[in-house]
């Protein structure tokens, strides 16, 4: 049998639980696991929207929230979609008034990105998080 291609990928989903893991593990020390939520491909509909909806790999959100107003999303990506990540983050940030930060982790080369508010600073190989206090390399397996 072929291996499956796109975000079905088994690493994909390794990835994902594993930031999922690291960042829930890390609120819980920091004792802000009552502040922030976190949870996989969540649909985002937002009236900020011009046009539809997007699906990130991982969103974060205020406890008292709701999941269509995250703080920060992550997408876990390979070279193929790389770019095409990078627009879909670039249009949610600009777009949805309460994201602060939006990062890309390429799995193939282990590359991070983000983009930051209000300055929407974009930075190549910056993975610390703002929001949360916390670098996400260290969600990352070595």
């Known amino acids: 049998m072929k291996q499956l291609a796109g975000y079905n990928i088994p690493l994909h989903q390794e990835v994902i639980s594993d930031f999922i893991y690291h960042i829930r593990k890390h609120l819980q020390s920091k004792g ?3 502040e922030f939520t976190v949870a996989p491909e969540v649909v985002l ?4 929207f011009k046009v539809g909806y997007i699906i990130p790999d991982i969103s974060i959100k ?4 709701s999941w269509n107003q995250p703080e ?17 983050v670039r ?4 777009e949805v008034r309460s994201l602060k930060e939006v990062f890309v982790f390429n799995i193939e ?4 990105w983000r983009i930051n508010k209000p300055d929407f600073d974009e930075e190549d190989g ?9 670098d996400l390399k260290n969600c990352l397996r070595g």
């Open 126 to 134: 910056n993975c610390f998080s703002d929001v949360l206090r916390f």
């Open 32 to 34: 802000l696991q009552y």
């Open 91 to 94: 249009k949610a940030i600009k």
């Open 72 to 88: 920060m999303i992550i997408e876990v990506t390979r070279n193929r979609s790389w770019n095409s990540d990078i627009k879909k």
């Open 109 to 112: 080369e282990s590359e991070c």
């Open 45 to 48: 509909r937002n009236e900020d």
């Open 62 to 65: 205020k406890r008292e929230n």
